[in-house]
């Protein structure tokens, strides 16, 4: 067939074949229906709406509290060829492919597979059940960052000492910890620092930690309840205004005595670990996680483009400002924990932590030592809101059109959109108070392991590399994205569609399989069977 003829071909397809069902805009009333209007699917009022939203999605905490950390724990500069491997193998050509996806069909991230590969359909299921269990607990993040960002406005930072109510006798201060003759007579082995206290109990619900949670799923929801009119506006605060805070933070940090020993600390390159093969599997764990994909999310902002947005050249774009951002945040923190090391005369590795250990122990603590600390401590933790928050709501408009779409006649009828929101949002929240307990983190940080990163995303990535370039063919795709953007993307694309994707995918699922996540100091990770056999009785308090 000639090209012109498949071109045409394809055209044809979209128009009748993968058009939009009726009732499909979220803002149709049924005064619209009444006057005969055929309701059209919502588009983005701009280019840089879908171009800010996709920004605000993916780059989010995971860049600033995962990435530096990752970095120099495997080997520094070093790590960055694991990185880079499973950012063009993996990460950038399955982005590319689930926003072109849905731009192509105009359906969300259930009924594009529908249309496009009907036995593959899993995929979507898949996605929606992954990213439900993210908003869940990625959430509560927010919910601590708010907590602590209120604790910002008082006389004296709250952490700095050790006289709150909920220290123990373990608990010393930094004051004591300089002074290495008290230090060494004391035989403080076994102190803990004044943020770093961690219940051993699930115990009851902290009501204070459960109307912050309150408080993020409020604004969480009238970002999203007008679809993506209310989103493409409320993105240009939440993600850009982070990264002007990064940059503050970045020059603060840089001009600290000791930042040079910890940005050395964080890129200097060690190539024996490259042996290790935990270094490979977090870095394809990094990218499927940080790139925000396999979740359905990108899928259905990429179905609100217009059916000719190049989407190819913005894909690759986003793609450089998401890792340039995890890369230059490593600067910011690093200069801070090589200052907060030199202050406390201990090594950087004792300082440094990863996940909610940095964004809630190493960092504040840093702070402490700065002069104005209640200054950039209020600062940090805007960051860190904003940074969480679009991440948030992008995935909840991904799960929510996701669903929509599976009912268009009925959920877009009046307000039941809005009111469908409302309730996904209070089921999330209710589930998401099991983590605002004394020991609540145990929780957490079983959805973090098990419900959505790690061979979760390697799977969904690795069946839509084989629906799309060996089931409906990774010619006819690249014809159908030729028709949309006007010409053909690099065959890196193709090939990576075809056969490294799958690959990696699979390289990195057996080495999970193989080893062992080591435990960490921070967070305990107990056995299911010890977990619920000890703390589960407790969850009937929350009923109280």
Not at 51 to 73: D, E
Not at 128 to 152: E, M
Not at 472 to 481: E, Q, T
Request: with cysteine; aromatic share 16%.
């Amino acid at each position: 067939m000639a090209q012109k003829e498949k071109l045409q071909c394809l055209k044809d397809f979209h128009k009748d074949t993968l058009k939009p069902s009726p009732g499909k805009s979220p803002g149709t009333r049924p005064e619209d229906e009444a006057e005969g209007k055929h309701p059209q699917r919502e588009k983005w009022a701009s280019k840089l709406d879908f171009v800010l939203s996709v920004a605000g999605g993916f780059v989010g905490l995971g860049n600033v509290w995962r990435f530096p950390y990752l970095c120099y724990k495997n080997g520094g500069g070093a790590f960055l060829i694991p990185y880079f491997i499973f950012l063009f193998g993996g990460g950038l050509p399955v982005f590319f492919l689930e926003v072109a996806l849905g731009q192509f069909t105009s359906e969300g991230g259930i009924t594009c597979w529908e249309k496009l590969c009907p036995i593959f359909t899993g995929i979507g299921y898949a996605s929606i059940v992954i990213v439900s269990l993210l908003n869940i607990y990625y959430i509560v993040i927010l919910a601590w960052g708010l907590y602590y960002l209120f604790q910002c406005f008082q006389p004296e930072l709250p952490w700095a000492k050790c006289n709150q109510p909920w220290n123990t006798p373990q608990c010393i201060e930094d004051t004591y910890r300089k002074n290495k003759t008290l230090w060494v007579a004391a035989n403080a082995s076994n102190f803990t620092s004044p943020p770093h206290i961690v219940s051993q109990n699930m115990g009851p619900v902290k009501w204070d930690l459960a109307l912050c949670l309150l408080l993020v799923w409020v604004i969480c929801f009238f970002c999203i309840w007008k679809g993506v009119k209310s989103t493409g506006k409320v993105v240009y605060i939440t993600a850009t205004f982070p990264f002007v805070m990064l940059i503050v933070l970045l020059i603060r940090g840089v001009t600290l005595p000791g930042a040079s020993a910890g940005i050395k600390f964080y890129l200097y390159p060690d190539l024996a670990r490259l042996k290790d093969p935990e270094v490979w599997i977090d870095a394809g764990t990094q990218i499927f996680f940080s790139y925000a994909i396999c979740l359905g999310a990108m899928t259905s902002l990429g179905s609100y483009n217009k059916y000719k947005y190049n989407c190819y050249r913005d894909c690759l774009l986003l793609g450089a400002l998401n890792s340039g951002t995890s890369f230059v945040s490593g600067f910011a923190i690093f200069s801070v924990l090589g200052f907060m090391a030199q202050e406390q005369g201990v090594d950087i590795a004792d300082v440094a932590e990863s996940g909610p250990g940095l964004a809630f122990i190493a960092y504040p603590k840093a702070v402490t030592m700065m002069p104005f600390p209640t200054l950039w401590a209020i600062l940090f933790f805007i960051m860190l809101l904003l940074l969480g928050l679009d991440s948030q709501f992008v995935e909840v408009e991904g799960q929510i059109t996701s669903l929509v779409d599976l009912y268009p006649s009925f959920l877009r009828k009046g307000y039941r959109r809005e009111v469908f929101i409302a309730i996904i949002c209070c089921i999330s929240y209710l589930l998401g108070l099991t983590m605002v307990t004394k020991g609540g983190m145990y929780v957490f940080q079983l959805f973090d392991y098990y419900a959505a990163s790690g061979v979760c995303l390697l799977w969904v990535a690795f069946f839509e590399c084989i629906a799309v370039a060996w089931v409906y063919g990774v010619d006819n795709f690249y014809d159908a994205v030729e028709d949309m953007i006007g010409y053909r993307p690099n065959p890196w694309m193709k090939w990576s569609w075809s056969v490294i994707t799958p690959l990696l995918c699979m390289v990195r699922t057996i080495l999970g399989l193989l080893l062992l996540l080591p435990e960490t100091l921070f967070i305990r990770i107990f056995s299911l069977q010890t977990l619920f056999s000890r703390d589960m009785s407790r969850f009937s308090v929350i009923k109280n």
